[in-house]
């Protein structure tokens, strides 16, 4: 029994399978190109025979075709499958299945047989152009002009017969009008050309468009050219309902700031494209003007004025213009419209700022103190030219210079200027511009006298400064400050401590001291002595205010002393003094309730020697003068000056 086996030109070898007493077929596949010519060669098939070679014919094998004619061939003896039929197309045939027989004994009768399949498929090759589908290659489309810039319009498709790659085809526009209206793209997926707008459509400047498109394969066919095919594609614009369209995009006027109400600005046109020619109405979007400043014409688009305009607070005003269709509300459009405020001359002139200017002392005549130029708001089309003077016509301190630069230099007129004669100057200057009409304003300058070193360096403008010595420091100043702080201080501390020195000893004990004896030296009445007392006196020695009198307890009752009675020397009454201390320390709470010495030093109210002060000099009736005083020097010339009184002072 032969045993077949498959050997291809352009596969593998197939693996060889036993065939028994009874044959069955081997199925073997082989796939072909679909372009070949007669006798090409497909494949080549094997069988093996276990019978002994060398023993007559039972081993000779011979092959024949069961079934695949007349495509194929094969050779009885090599086994090789041949095609016999020319032009076999895939796109008409894709797969053959050819049954091949081995068998022994050279074929004669009597011998045994065994078969095999293979499966023969003709592979693609790029043999078909694309082709579009429609009849005569015409496509018509109707596209609304309001169509979005590269939105889809239609769809062309090319058909190819071919498979895979060599079925793949571009699609490009080569002809027709407004070719930049539109594109054509490659859907991959469906292998679709997809029509797009490149620009708007209107339907009102055109209606129809005529494009010839053109697929193209990508790969190249088997002649080396490319398989092409082309058709016309027709558009139709269809009419939509648009917004108005305004005359320009955007607006500008002018208009002169401080202008009355309702003065006109300008005019805004928008108009109706569509056929319908629907009226149009206008109006001002208030989020662009919030102030209301603007009004417009709901006809006839005519802008006006409704509040004053200042130019220095906004030179520009952006407000957005609407046109809204009568017959349809939702058809709207917009435009800006730019208002410039014009300048007047409606601001005076004046100095920026009021700072102080700073004057030295030991300047010299002709010094320039400061230069200084005003400031106009208004923005007049050639610049400014401001024009200076004095409020006064004369001013014996100071004088202006014109720079003939818009700016004036303050000049001082003599060198006599003291801080002790005259701290501050007030120095009016009128400011006019050459607006029309003119305005002008008066600026008051301050000029503060200073004490200056001698390059001019400002060191200090306050009028006390003027009594420190030449070239003290402020470092120096303040390390005076520092020590007489410091000596204040010691002393504070040492009255403290001597005060606390001088206070008495007192026992504190934190014992009930109620069962203790309390023993103190004096001379006081006996028991009758405690019956006017509280015991927790003697209980708490070391209360809150001692044994110590206080002194800043006025009594409630006020002793009047008596008249007449133990008068002193100079006319005292010793017994006066005396009743009126005792009424004092009988009526002190804070006392200690045991008799006790209170001694005082009394002196008396007159002295032998009388007064002492110079206080009374001047109303006495000596003609003592003074006069020598002022040749002591400065420090001694006030002191002189107060002494030294005329008759009229003496009668005053």
């Known amino acids: 029994l032969p045993i077949c086996l498959f050997t291809s030109l352009y596969c593998h070898i197939v693996p060889i399978i036993s065939l028994y007493y009874t044959p069955l077929p081997y199925i073997i596949n082989v796939i072909l190109f679909s372009l070949f010519s007669t006798g090409t060669s497909v494949t080549r098939v094997t069988a093996t025979d276990a019978d002994d070679p060398g023993y007559g014919n039972s081993a000779k094998l011979v092959y024949s075709i069961l079934e695949g004619q007349p495509y194929f061939s094969i050779d009885q003896y090599d086994a090789v499958i041949k095609v016999a039929l020319a032009g076999m197309d895939r796109e008409m045939r894709e797969e053959y299945l050819v049954v091949i027989q081995a068998r022994d004994m050279g074929g004669h009768m009597g011998g045994m047989s065994g078969t095999t399949t293979v499966t023969v498929t003709l592979t693609d090759i790029n043999d078909n152009p694309p082709k579009f589908s429609k009849g005569e290659s015409l496509y018509e489309f109707t596209i609304p002009e309001d169509l979005g810039i590269g939105k889809p319009g239609g769809r062309v498709k090319a058909s190819d017969r071919d498979i895979g790659e060599n079925a793949k085809s571009t699609y490009r526009i080569i002809g027709g009008d407004e070719r930049d209206v539109f594109e054509i793209i490659t859907d991959g997926q469906t292998q679709e050309g997809i029509l797009t707008l490149k620009r708007a459509l209107d339907f009102e400047s055109k209606k129809n468009y005529s494009l010839t498109v053109v697929a193209t394969n990508v790969r190249s066919s088997t002649t080396g050219t490319p398989f092409m095919d082309q058709a016309t594609v027709k558009v139709s614009v269809e009419d939509a309902d648009e917004p108005p369209v305004f005359s320009k995009s955007t607006y500008v006027f002018d208009v002169h700031e401080n202008a009355p109400i309702n003065t006109a600005i300008g005019t805004v046109m928008a108009r109706d494209q569509d056929a319908s020619r629907s009226l149009v109405r206008y109006s001002i979007d208030r989020h662009t003007d919030l102030e209301r400043q603007f009004n417009i014409h709901v006809d006839d688009g005519k802008i006006t004025l409704a509040k004053p305009l200042d130019r220095e607070t906004d030179n520009w005003h952006n407000i957005t213009v609407t046109a809204t269709e009568t017959r349809n509300h939702s058809q709207v459009s917009r435009a800006i419209v730019a208002i410039r ?298 002191l002189g000056e107060l002494y030294s009184v005329g008759e009229s002072d003496k009668e005053t």
């Not at 001013?395 to 818009?406: E, G, Q, R, V, Y």
């Not at 200057?429 to 300058?445: E, F, Q």
């Not at 002492?612 to 000099?617: A, D, G, H, P, V």
């Open 341 to 638: 405020v014009l300048d007047i001359n409606d601001n005076a002139p004046e100095f920026p700022t009021n700072e102080e200017l700073f004057l030295c002392e030991n300047g010299r005549p002709g010094q320039v103190i400061e230069t200084i130029s005003a400031v106009d708001r208004d923005n007049p089309a050639h610049g400014h030219t401001f024009h200076y003077r004095l409020a006064t016509p004369t001013n014996a301190n100071f004088s202006i210079k014109n720079n003939l630069d818009n700016s004036i230099s303050i000049v001082t007129m003599h060198n006599d200027f003291r801080r002790q004669k005259q701290e501050m100057y007030f120095l009016p200057i009128i400011v006019t511009d050459d607006g029309d009409p003119p305005m002008s304003s008066t600026n008051t300058l301050t000029i503060r006298v200073c004490g200056c070193s001698r390059d001019g360096t400002v060191q200090s403008c306050n009028v006390e400064a003027f009594v420190l010595p030449i070239g003290l420091s402020m470092g120096a100043l303040i390390a005076i400050l520092a020590c007489i702080i410091l000596l204040l201080v010691i002393v504070v501390l040492f009255v403290t401590l001597r005060r606390h020195k001088n206070e008495p000893l007192i026992i504190k004990d934190d014992e009930d001291v109620r069962e203790n004896i309390i023993r103190y030296d004096d001379e006081g009445g006996g028991e009758e002595d405690t019956e006017a007392f509280d015991i927790a006196t003697l209980q708490n020695p070391d209360g809150i205010n001692g044994f110590l009198p206080r002194k800043d307890i006025k009594p409630d009752l006020q002793f009047m002393p008596r008249q007449g009675h133990h008068s002193g020397p100079n006319g005292v009454d010793v017994d006066e003094f005396i009743n009126v201390r005792l009424h004092e320390a009988d009526n002190d709470p804070t006392a200690p309730p045991y008799d006790s010495i209170q001694i005082y030093g009394y002196e008396g109210r007159g002295s032998v020697a009388g007064s002492l002060s110079s206080l009374e000099t001047a109303s006495s009736d000596s003609d003592q003068n003074y006069d020598y005083l002022r040749d002591w020097g400065p420090h001694f010339r006030r």
